[in-house]
């Protein structure tokens, strides 16, 4: 069984940067492809970004484009969310979870609230 | 358009059966993801593909698809289902990997 566990997150001012990181454990010999899923607290879900397996295609959602980096490093079974440019609206529980296309294991979530 | 529309807000007699919809042009194309979502816990995986339920996942949960819209089934509905329910589809224009719909809130009365 896949377990995602997220680490980073807290407390970021507007033009900030914050990290966040997803380690899994439990995963075959492959690097599956990995995405990132908001949950703004009273509204929906909004993917933010996903990643090939190799690392060699990235995917951004519009809102972070040019802000936010995802990244992985499989030697570590790592995977990571660099937020640059912090706005208010960024703030939302941030999830890890092991896919592209539908998401099958999710992190535990990291609470980013950006506020001055 | 590139969106998905659900219905706010659903409810349902413990132990009847709901459906739960999601519109797009995308499902012409794409079969939806339907994901459950519970207050301070991640999402869970219910179905995905045609209609594919992950492993320890009930059967009452079915998916199916026709032209725009796609539905999730609850068949017996529990207690425990109340909850946020979310479609997810591949973006068809490419801009961008999946997306959401807005979801709907099921209450189980």
């Known amino acids: 069984e896949v377990q995602l566990s997220q680490s980073g997150g807290g407390l970021g001012q507007p033009g900030g940067s914050l990290r966040l990181s997803c380690t899994a454990s439990?995963?075959?010999?492959?690097?599956?492809?990995m995405s990132w899923v908001r949950h703004v607290p009273g509204k929906g879900l909004e993917w933010v970004s996903a990643i090939s397996g190799t690392g060699f295609m990235t995917y951004y959602a519009d809102s972070v484009k040019g802000r936010f980096t995802i990244s992985r490093d499989n030697s570590r079974n790592t995977l990571y969310l660099q937020m640059n440019s912090l706005r208010v609206e960024d703030t939302a529980v941030y999830y890890c979870?092991?896919?592209?296309?539908?998401?099958?294991?999710w992190g535990q979530g990291s609470l980013v609230t950006v506020s001055s | 358009s590139s969106e998905l529309t659900q219905d706010p807000a659903v409810s349902v007699t413990l132990g009847q059966t709901v459906r739960i919809t999601c519109r797009g042009d995308s499902l012409r194309a794409y079969s939806p993801s339907w994901y459950q979502r519970k207050p301070g816990l991640a999402p869970v995986l219910l179905i995905y593909g045609k209609n594919n339920r992950p492993s320890g996942i009930p059967d009452r949960f079915s998916g199916s698809s026709s032209g725009d819209t796609a539905s999730l089934t609850i068949s017996g509905a529990q207690a425990e289902d109340e909850a946020d329910y979310f479609c997810?589809?591949?973006?068809?224009?490419?801009?961008?990997?999946?997306?959401f719909g807005g979801g709907t809130k099921l209450s189980v009365l």
């Open positions: 997810c589809s591949r973006d068809s224009t490419g801009n961008r990997a999946v997306f």
């Open positions: 979870a092991k896919g592209i296309w539908e998401f099958d294991s």
């Open positions: 439990g995963l075959s010999s492959s690097s599956p492809g």
